[in-house]
């Protein structure tokens, strides 16, 4: 996810305390993105993925539709980056396959109210 985070044009990577530590930015608004990893059963995919996959509209329905509940170890993961004003967000489903943490969705990005939407579920 990190490679599609950083082609983007509204985020940036700033150095803090002297360049020894780095953080990443949502630059139309200068907040925070928090990267964030959550485990969930199998049975969460088709929920996860449907708001993945939904714009417009379809957005609202299918965060209206979706229950799923975190589970410490499961092999479905989770990447969620989301500013810390909730203006933007960025979600990618993992699934664990031979040993490793293989993407199964593609990187989907959020902004302004559908990113609100996307964070009320995750966070």
Known sequence: MSAELLSRNDLRIESTLLGLSKKLVYTPTGATVNVK???????????????????????????????????????????????????FAALQLLQFIDYTYQPISKVAFFVGEQAQLVSSVIN
């Open 37 to 87: 990893k959550y485990n969930y059963n199998p049975e969460a995919v088709a929920h996860l993925q449907r708001i993945i996959d939904s714009d417009g509209q379809r957005l609202s329905a299918a965060v209206k539709a979706c229950h799923v509940e975190r589970s410490e170890i499961g092999n479905i993961e989770l990447d969620a980056c989301i500013s810390t004003d909730k203006q």
